[in-house]
């Protein structure tokens, strides 16, 4: 069964641009979620899209956003892109939504993420 | 905000000693996963903990969840090279979906 993709690997904007990351699960999954990860900050979650509803989000601005298709495949975007914005951007695919179904938790696959970097 | 608190958050052992891993927080979560991330790849699941006082192996690994749901550890027996990496823990809540709280990672080097 192939693995969760991301594309592109790495992208390199100039603030104030915007951006589009795309996230392909694996097949039969319905959840994705997105992450940011970063030195100083971690991990953070952004938002997770279960059958192309958005089920959860994290804190950041309005500029992230993002949706999910009937294939389930997801795409974020990034409007007014800014400096601190330069990241790894993980997602993570799962068949279920914890919650879902009773189920109390939902093993997640993370892809090799998106790195991107903001001049 | 529930925070997890990770520590040691750098270790660097010699091949053969062995080591755990903390992760602490003031909340209560309905699970917690172990990842390991290498370098430009993202994090792998290790384990995932359900149970307040359980405890599951996974061959040199041992990860155990609190009693009361707030904290985990893990401890790696006889450290290979191989086992270098960062460690992740990170805690779900049953209804918030698939939101992950993430700890600040351990970043574990084995020497041979």
């Known amino acids: 069964k192939a693995g969760v993709t991301q594309t592109p690997r790495y992208l390199i904007k100039t603030r104030g641009q915007q951006v589009t990351l795309s996230c392909s699960p694996i097949?039969?999954?319905?959840?994705v979620s997105w992450y940011q990860q970063t030195p100083g900050q971690g991990l953070q979650f952004l938002f997770e899209?279960?059958?192309?509803?958005?089920?959860n989000k994290g804190n950041f601005p309005g500029r992230f956003s993002g949706r999910q298709f009937s294939n389930s495949r997801s795409e974020m975007n990034v409007s007014t892109l800014e400096l601190g914005d330069s990241a790894l951007y993980l997602c993570?695919?799962?068949?279920?939504?914890?919650?879902?179904?009773?189920?109390?938790?939902?093993?997640?696959?993370f892809g090799p993420g998106t790195r991107l970097t903001v001049l | 905000t529930q925070l997890l608190e990770q520590s040691p958050q750098f270790l660097s052992i010699q091949e053969g000693e062995n080591l755990t891993v903390y992760c602490n927080s003031s909340?209560?979560?309905?699970?917690l996963q172990w990842y390991r991330q290498e370098p430009g790849e993202g994090p792998v699941l290790l384990v995932t903990?359900?149970?307040?006082?359980e405890v599951k192996k996974l061959k040199r690994l041992t990860f155990q969840f609190g009693d009361a749901r707030k904290d985990s550890s893990l401890h790696i027996t006889a450290a290979q090279p191989g086992d270098t990496g960062l460690y992740l823990c990170?805690?779900?809540?049953?209804?918030?979906?698939?939101?992950?709280?993430f700890g600040g990672g351990t970043r574990l080097m084995v020497k041979p």
């Open positions: 903990v359900v149970t307040g006082g």
């Open positions: 990170a805690g779900g809540r049953y209804n918030a979906g698939n939101m992950l709280t």
């Open positions: 899209y279960f059958s192309e509803t958005q089920r």
């Open positions: 993570a695919s799962s068949q279920w939504t914890s919650g879902a179904v009773g189920r109390v938790t939902s093993e997640q696959f």
């Open positions: 097949s039969g999954h319905r959840s």
């Open positions: 909340s209560v979560f309905s699970s």
